[in-house]
C-alpha cells in the first residue's frame, strides 16, 4: 500500500543499512559543533546540518567527528550536486571560515509588526532602548521605516562579562570562545559548560524574538531572567 511505501521510505531516511541511526548522541554532535566553529565551515552561517563527508550516512557504521562536519544548506546542495569535491569539504574541515575570524553569523529577518519576550515580559512593537545594565544598552531597536526593516541590536553576556552573542543591525554573531552553540529548530542555546546554559533565544514563526534564558551581570550582581 502507499502507506507501507511511505513508511518504507522515511524508514529508510533515518535509518541506514547498517542500522545506524541519522540522530547523532549529543556528545559527539557537540564535539562535531565546536570543530566546525559553530556554524557552516564555509561561510559561517550557524543555520546548519550535520554532513556525513565520508563515508556518506548510507554507508557509514558510526559516527565520526573527524568525518562530520556542519554546512549551510546552500553548501550541501553544493556537495551534493558536485559542486564542491569531498576533498574540498575535508581540507575546509581543517581550518573551518569562523575558527578564523572568530564568530558564526546569522541575519534576523524582521519586519514591522516585531515583539520581545523576556522571561515574562513581553515588549511589543519596541523601540529605542528596551534592556539597559548599568547605563550600557543591552538590547535596543531602530523602527522600521519606508526604506529600511526594524533593526536589532543587542550584546549578550555570561556572568563572567564574557560576550556570548552580538546583533548589530539584525546581524547575529555567536563567538567561537562560547562552550557550545546548538541550534534545535527555532531555539538557539548557549552553554558555559554541558549542563550550564547561559543565553537561551527562539525566533518565532509568530516574529518574536523570546529570551528563554539570560543572565545579565551588573556592578552588584548577577541576574537571571528565565
Not at 515574562?120 to 532602548?129: A, E, H, L, M
Request: aromatic fraction near 8%; hydrophobic fraction near 40%.
Amino acid at each position: 500500500s502507499s502507506t507501507a511505501k511511505s513508511k518504507i521510505y522515511i524508514m529508510s531516511e533515518l535509518i541506514n543499512k547498517h542500522k545506524l541511526s541519522r540522530d547523532i548522541p549529543e556528545p559527539i554532535a557537540r564535539v562535531i559543533r565546536q570543530k566546525s566553529g559553530f556554524g557552516c565551515i564555509f561561510c559561517g552561517s550557524w543555520i546548519y546540518q550535520y554532513e556525513h563527508i565520508l563515508p556518506e550516512f548510507k554507508d557509514a557504521k558510526y559516527h565520526d567527528p573527524a568525518r562530520i562536519c556542519l554546512l549551510c544548506s546552500k553548501h550541501h546542495q553544493k556537495v551534493t550536486q558536485s559542486r564542491i569535491s569531498k576533498k574540498q569539504v575535508f581540507d575546509q574541515y581543517k581550518n573551518p571560515i569562523t575558527l578564523s575570524r572568530g564568530f558564526a553569523n546569522d541575519i534576523l529577518e524582521l519586519n514591522r509588526k516585531f515583539g520581545i519576550v523576556i522571561g515574562r515580559i513581553f515588549f511589543p512593537n519596541p523601540q529605542g532602548n528596551i534592556l539597559v545594565v548599568d547605563d550600557k544598552p543591552i538590547i535596543s531597536i531602530k523602527p522600521a521605516n519606508e526604506i529600511e526593516p526594524m533593526k536589532l541590536s543587542a550584546k549578550f553576556y555570561d556572568d563572567k562579562s564574557n560576550l556570548l552573542l552580538e546583533i548589530k543591525d539584525n546581524e547575529q554573531k555567536g563567538f567561537i570562545n562560547n562552550w557550545d552553540i546548538e541550534q534545535k529548530g527555532k531555539r538557539t542555546i548557549f552553554r558555559r559548560k554541558r549542563v550550564n546554559v547561559v543565553l537561551q533565544l527562539v525566533i518565532s514563526s509568530a516574529n518574536i524574538l523570546k529570551i528563554e534564558k539570560i543572565i545579565i551581570a551588573t556592578a552588584k550582581q548577577n541576574v537571571i531572567f528565565r
